[in-house]
């Protein structure tokens, strides 16, 4: 797991009863499976999993925190939106566009490691893994 729930909580101030929670607990250990996934998804953007080895972790925490930080307030965003009325036209409906560009230009800072297997599910190369060159 990448970034930490303590760091979530700071950024977006959230509390237990923000999302329906009835402890810290419970809180935390939803966000920790929040950020589970989303180093899950940084390993398989970037293809690698050695940053501590490259000294990037710490980086990298700071943008799985503003990640989760941005799911965060989508959900909220989400659940508190009002409904859209017929002849309304200044409701936004949230986008779901989480990560933002900054987060992801943040991360495109970092290598892809690049390798056979990655290339045929990139779609580069039409082949199966046995025959590629």
Known sequence: MYGSVA???TMTGLRPSDLKFETTEE???WLAGRLTEIAILI???RNRSDW???GWLPAIDMIA???CAEFVRFIMATRDA???KVDDLTVEVPSDSVPGKGVLR???RFPRTIDKQFVLEMGVVRAPPETAT
């Open 7 to 9: 760091n979530v909580v």
């Open 27 to 29: 809180l935390n250990a």
């Open 43 to 45: 390993d398989k953007d």
């Open 52 to 54: 501590d080895e490259q």
């Open 65 to 67: 925190d503003r990640w």
């Open 82 to 84: 009002p409904i859209v």
């Open 106 to 108: 943040d991360l495109r």
